[in-house]
């Protein structure tokens, strides 16, 4: 069976319409599956974005997208890094 891919829109999406299931009265387990997902998916949804709205969700997308980015600067300055060790150790004179 093929995995349905949600976007983070849809998840949070899906959270509240669990929530609403959840309050008139139903367990986990029939508004997950009201859902369409699973109830350990709904719990590692509800770890990860649980109470977050619309405003939080854009600021994380943007920090996930800043921390890659930086995270990609930081690897390119460690190859310069490693290339000049390299050839300051090969224009070394050797005693």
Do not use: F, H
């Not at 829109?9 to 986990?28: C, K």
């Amino acid at each position: 069976m093929a995995r349905k891919r949600y976007t983070d829109e849809d998840i949070i999406n899906l959270l509240r319409q669990i929530e609403l299931s959840l309050s008139s009265g139903s367990d986990v387990q029939t508004a997950c599956r009201s859902a369409g997902v699973s109830d350990a998916t709904y719990y590692n949804w509800r770890e990860r974005y649980g109470g977050m709205g619309r405003s939080q969700l854009s600021e994380l997308k943007g920090l996930e997208k800043e921390n890659a980015q930086l995270k990609r600067i930081v690897a390119e300055l460690e190859l310069d890094k490693l290339i000049l060790k390299e050839s300051l150790d090969y224009l070394k004179p050797k005693a």
